[in-house]
């Protein structure tokens, strides 16, 4: 049997996976409505998040990492609201 390797995603293809696919799903999956509230996720922290947390050469890794900080946003906006 043979070994056959496979390369994952680049740097550049996770980034563009993870502005048009999973950052805007992770965004409606948080409740959070795009424009209503003011936040941004810098192009720094993406790099940051891809580089040094996503070291994986899939995708499932960053769209777990990236629903997490949705949803700590939405929780962070949702607890202001109420204070």
Same mark, same amino acid.
């Given at each position: 049997?043979?070994?056959? +390797?496979? $390369?994952?995603?680049?740097?550049?293809?996770? +980034?563009? &996976?993870?502005?048009?696919?999973?950052?805007? /799903? $992770?965004?409606?999956? $948080?409740?959070? *409505?795009?424009?209503?509230?003011?936040? %941004?996720?810098?192009?720094?922290?993406?790099?940051?998040?891809? *580089?040094?947390? !996503? /070291?994986?050469?899939?995708? %499932?890794?960053?769209? +777990?990492?990236?629903? %997490?900080?949705?949803? *700590? &946003? !939405?929780?962070?906006?949702?607890?202001?609201?109420? $204070?």
């Amino acid at each position: 049997m043979e070994i056959i +390797k496979i $390369a994952g995603y680049t740097h550049n293809e996770k +980034k563009f &996976i993870l502005d048009q696919y999973l950052l805007p /799903r $992770a965004i409606e999956h $948080a409740g959070l *409505k795009p424009g209503e509230h003011k936040f %941004r996720i810098t192009k720094e922290v993406k790099d940051y998040i891809i *580089k040094d947390y !996503a /070291r994986e050469p899939g995708v %499932r890794s960053l769209k +777990k990492y990236i629903t %997490r900080i949705c949803e *700590k &946003i !939405a929780f962070q906006i949702v607890e202001t609201d109420n $204070a």
